[in-house]
């Protein structure tokens, strides 16, 4: 299963995800996250310095075409060889679509294996990072200011174009999942 997630979103997730971390991780932006807010973060996220773990990561994970995260940097290349890839997939998940996904990869697997119990339960989560997309957003944006939030939009951007194309595949793909039943 393949899940995306909102670019912005995720950038949060990470932050929280990576202060969690053991200090003595490898990881380049543990000690980053440790050290500070999320709008240090943020400023490390767009600097020349940082890893592309905040930085059109999907993109260039999902092209397959740069292997070092350290360096990588996402090119427009890397957004149509993602976009192709993505294509291909019988369908794929989005995680602010959760419950849809599943049900969509409940759908696609139905034929070969039936009905199938795809009960979760939620493992990692942050607490304060509960709620809606739009809220989730709209506190990033308080927490970084207007510059920083559209520097890091900005740095983005080909996963921001890349989220909202596989919005409407998802869509697409799910419709035709149930035209099928």
Known sequence: MLYLRHP?????SVYEFERRQASESTSPSVPVAQSGDLAHF????????ATAVCRNF???????????????????????RALERMSELP???IVEL???????????LRPAFGELSLQFEIKN????????????????KGALGDSLYRALLEHNALDMLFYRRALEMFHA?????????
Do not use: C, P
Request: a negative charge; hydrophobic letters at 45%; aromatic letters at 10%.
């Open 58 to 80: 999907q993109v260039i994970h999902l092209s397959g075409v740069q292997h070092d995260m350290r360096d990588a940097r996402a090119t427009h290349e890397d957004y149509d």
């Open 98 to 108: 959760f419950d849809e996904s599943l049900a969509g990869f409940q759908e696609l």
């Open 8 to 12: 912005i979103d995720r950038f949060a």
């Open 91 to 93: 369908f794929f998940g």
């Open 42 to 49: 943020a400023e490390w996220t767009i600097s020349a310095d």
């Open 173 to 181: 793909k799910r419709a035709a999942l149930r035209n099928l039943i």
């Open 125 to 140: 989560s942050s607490v304060q990072r509960r709620g809606s997309l739009v809220e989730r957003l709209a506190h990033v």
